[in-house]
């Protein structure tokens, strides 16, 4: 992957355990956390998630790493605060951006993201 020059991601399930990524950490640029179980739109942000983030982030930078936590699940105006204080610094939000007013969503959850820099 990165021999073609592209960026290499791993991702974890709710149910996988971080300590899975030992191996893989210094040979990615990304783990994506899932904060749902895959499948669909709209399902609930699973709580103990967050301290997988939390565990992530440590393991980066205990190794020193530059590595990009993503999170996608179940993010949004509740939620959103609680995975950037964790640890991740690359959101997926769906259904809290399309349900409805687009440009608004897109704007409340940026001005969170302002907020905290």
Known sequence: IK??????????NPATPV?????VLGM???VLIM?????????????????KVRAVRK????RGLSVDIQVDGGINEKT????????????????AVFGSDIQGNIEK?????????
């Open 35 to 51: 904060t749902v179980n895959p499948g669909f739109g709209g399902q609930a942000y699973i709580d103990y998630c967050t301290e």
């Open 19 to 23: 300590a899975q990524l030992e191996n």
């Open 80 to 95: 959103l605060p609680t995975v950037l204080t964790a640890g991740a610094n690359i959101i997926v939000a769906g259904s």
């Open 59 to 62: 393991m980066v930078t205990d």
């Open 28 to 30: 990615v640029d990304m």
């Open 109 to 117: 959850l940026c001005s969170m993201i302002g907020e905290r820099e």
């Open 3 to 12: 021999k073609a020059g592209m960026r290499a991601g791993v991702a974890v």
